[in-house]
């Protein structure tokens, strides 16, 4: 676990569809509340529970607004993805530049 305490894997997290289209909704609004009007086509209680789930991750972070709750995106545990992914993608770019080199000997 990093430094937010959290209660569920960020991976897992943002291993579902339906919660990765509310980061990339809560990217682009600074706050949303619950009623995602329009957004999915499933219940309130489903996008709760999505909700619910990135909070756990520290994803998400919400507060009261009289008896609305709004929810903003909190990204800084994506940087466990972020790292995880350079990793790799420093063995894919090694990679191919030994296949670039490969292929352009062949060539001569």
Excluded: C
Aim: charged letters at 30%; aromatic letters at 8%.
């Amino acid at each position: 676990m990093n430094e937010n305490n959290q209660l569920r894997d960020v991976f897992d997290a943002i291993a579902d569809p339906t919660r990765r289209r509310l980061i990339h909704l809560l990217v682009d609004a600074e706050e949303l509340p619950l009623e995602l009007k329009g957004q999915f086509q499933m219940g309130r209680s489903a996008v709760s529970k999505h909700l619910a789930i990135l909070k756990e991750a520290g994803l998400v972070l919400d507060r009261k607004v009289g008896r609305e709750t709004r929810f903003r995106l909190n990204a800084s545990p994506l940087r466990e993805v972020q790292d995880w992914v350079a990793f790799y993608s420093k063995f894919w770019g090694t990679n191919m530049l030994r296949l670039n080199q490969l292929l352009e000997e062949e060539e001569e």
